[in-house]
């Protein structure tokens, strides 16, 4: 069906509201604008179903909600789970709680029992109440850290993870069995609410899963020895995390803890930055500035959703400077290990998750302490699938998952990453060595010296609708069917097409490219799953700081340049 069709049938069938066709009539004369509304159903990703807010097939609607939501509706009923549930949970985006409502409302339709969020809560939250309340699935309603202009849609199943294969495929195919938006079963919440089938929940899942947040402590008597001279500045970048960070943080002993006010309270706009993603430098500008009016030993930033978190620190010359994923990743992990090993509760099972683009120093470090390393593709759902692998087999046990784009996950209660509970290691990590007279920026200069300076770098190229997106896929197949030999003069010693290869582990096939050179410097290329861009990812190792630093802008430079020729 062309994107003309789908448009003339928005405009003229009943099942569609006043405010969608007005909508819609403004753009009549812009052709492209149309065929990017319409050319397309939007797809699931590696975070669910996500993008720009507006009406249309290739746009979050109530309309595009509605299908997603009876595809899984249709799902779960032919899989015959016995008294199926859902539980929902949204963030603070335009139309989140609409959404929430609209997916709601179908699931009672079809006769299954809805567990709904009264208010803003982490997407973390939402992964431990799917296996807390034993749901059969779960939804959130969030785009992450993406900009104002977006929304998104994440589906978990009774693990408490992020959907993967099969169900992924499953789910995908009720999804798009539906081309009739009055196939849409519906039920108003009055009713539902008398029939039983939805029930708002809160205090009482919050008050569990921080309880299970605070059991992650491997210290708890520093904070409370360090809780009112630890100064801690924290931004939850307008988003759900306020809540429920300061409260386990006040809960542990953390006293001494400044919100940045411009972005405490949600704001669908994210009006004080530009993208509000903790990985963008600009996005703590503010907790900077007031970090060095409070002197602060660290400060601590969550994302929209809050399940991701950075961290900025002091270095030697007392400027406050973004601590990389990759560099937050490892200092956790000798952290936790450390002192798990001096608690005896390592053991040959004890088991690290990362992603095979995650940086080498976090792989090293857990190796130095005996612990096993094991690399999924990327995207936290591949985590929280070998840990319901481990669990089923009894092969591993989990200790820490994470991923260089600013995901951490301690414990297993949680299926998906965690800010509220890395933030909450961050600040005792940071009490840990404030104790030994070191900042968090001394204790990654000690990492460096004792493994290794691994340096990594993250890049991309933009691209916008139809057109941007088949000139992705193209760059991509040129790279494909031509890969690079060499770089700057270094050879390539193995090159890994992710959509063929296969490492230690069975891996499913993912659209990505690796190049390891001669020198163990590596670069990665994958379209994102959730945005219109290329995403690049850099590694290399120095003699020194200073020589990683100026390699991997070298090499950031020649695979840049390499792609754009």
């Given at each position: ?41 939007l ?13 249309g ?17 249709s ?26 409502a ?103 899942i ?5 309880d ?23 931004t ?41 993603n ?77 992603t ?52 951490y ?62 000139s ?22 193995e ?18 490219l ?9 670069f ?37 340049d390499?792609?754009?020729?």
């Amino acid at each position: 069906m062309s994107y003309q069709i789908r448009y003339q049938e928005w405009l003229e069938q009943d099942i569609f509201d006043e405010e969608t066709k007005k909508e819609l009539n403004n753009i009549q004369d812009n052709l492209q604008e149309i065929e990017d509304r319409f050319y397309k159903d939007l797809e699931f990703g590696t975070g669910g179903l996500r993008g720009v807010i507006g009406a249309g097939t290739n746009r979050m609607n109530r309309y595009t909600v509605g299908r997603a939501t009876q595809g899984l509706a249709s799902f779960i009923s032919k899989k015959g789970a016995a008294n199926p549930s859902v539980v929902i949970a949204f963030d603070s985006r335009r139309f989140s709680k609409e959404f929430a409502a609209e997916a709601a409302a179908v699931l009672n339709g079809n006769g299954i029992k809805v567990y709904v969020f009264e208010d803003l809560r982490p997407t973390p939250e939402l992964s431990f109440a799917v296996r807390e309340l034993r749901a059969t699935a779960g939804i959130v309603v969030t785009a992450s850290h993406n900009p104002p202009e977006y929304n998104g849609y994440k589906v978990y199943w009774s693990d408490g993870a992020q959907i993967v294969s099969p169900i992924a495929e499953e789910l995908l195919a009720e999804v798009n069995s539906i081309t009739d938006f009055s196939r849409i079963k519906r039920m108003d919440s009055e009713a539902a609410e008398q029939q039983g089938l939805l029930k708002h929940i809160g205090q009482s899942i919050d008050d569990i899963y921080i309880d299970k947040v605070k059991s992650l402590s491997l210290n708890p008597h520093i904070a409370r020895q360090l809780g009112d001279s630890l100064s801690i500045v924290y931004t939850p970048l307008h988003g759900t995390g306020n809540l429920s960070v300061r409260r386990v943080l006040s809960e542990m002993g953390f006293a001494n803890v400044t919100v940045v006010p411009e972005q405490e309270l949600p704001d669908s706009n994210f009006s004080t930055v530009k993208y509000p993603n903790p990985e963008e430098h600009d996005a703590f500008a503010l907790a900077i500035k007031l970090a060095k009016e409070k002197n602060a030993d660290v400060i601590i930033g969550t994302d929209p959703d809050c399940d991701r978190v950075g961290a900025v620190v002091k270095n030697t010359a007392g400027e406050y400077v973004v601590l990389t994923g990759n560099q937050t990743g490892a200092l956790l992990i000798d952290y936790m290990l450390s002192n798990l090993k001096k608690q005896n509760k390592l053991n040959e099972k004890s088991t690290i998750i990362n992603t095979v683009v995650t940086g080498k120093l976090g792989e090293v470090i857990a190796r130095s302490y005996g612990v096993n390393v094991i690399s999924v593709l990327t995207g936290f759902k591949y985590i929280g699938e070998k840990i319901k692998e481990f669990k089923a087999a009894n092969s591993h046990e989990f200790v820490f998952g994470y991923e260089e784009s600013y995901g951490y996950l301690a414990g297993d209660f949680v299926r998906d990453k965690d800010a509220v509970s890395a933030s909450m290691l961050i600040c005792e990590m940071t009490a840990y060595y404030k104790q030994k007279n070191m900042s968090l920026y001394e204790a990654m200069l000690a990492l460096y010296s004792k493994y290794g300076y691994y340096k990594e770098g993250l890049g991309s190229i933009a691209f916008k609708g139809k057109e941007g997106m088949e000139s992705m896929r193209s760059l991509i197949n040129n790279i494909r069917q031509n890969p690079f030999s060499e770089l700057r003069g270094v050879k390539v010693a193995e090159y890994r097409d992710y959509m063929t290869y296969q490492g230690v582990i069975p891996l499913p096939k993912e659209n990505m490219l690796c190049f390891i050179l001669e020198d163990h410097a590596w670069f990665c290329i994958r379209p994102s799953g959730t945005e219109p861009k290329l995403k690049l990812y850099f590694s290399v190792t120095g003699s020194n700081s200073e020589d990683g630093d100026e390699r991997l802008e070298k090499l950031k430079a020649a695979v840049l340049d390499m792609i754009e020729s």
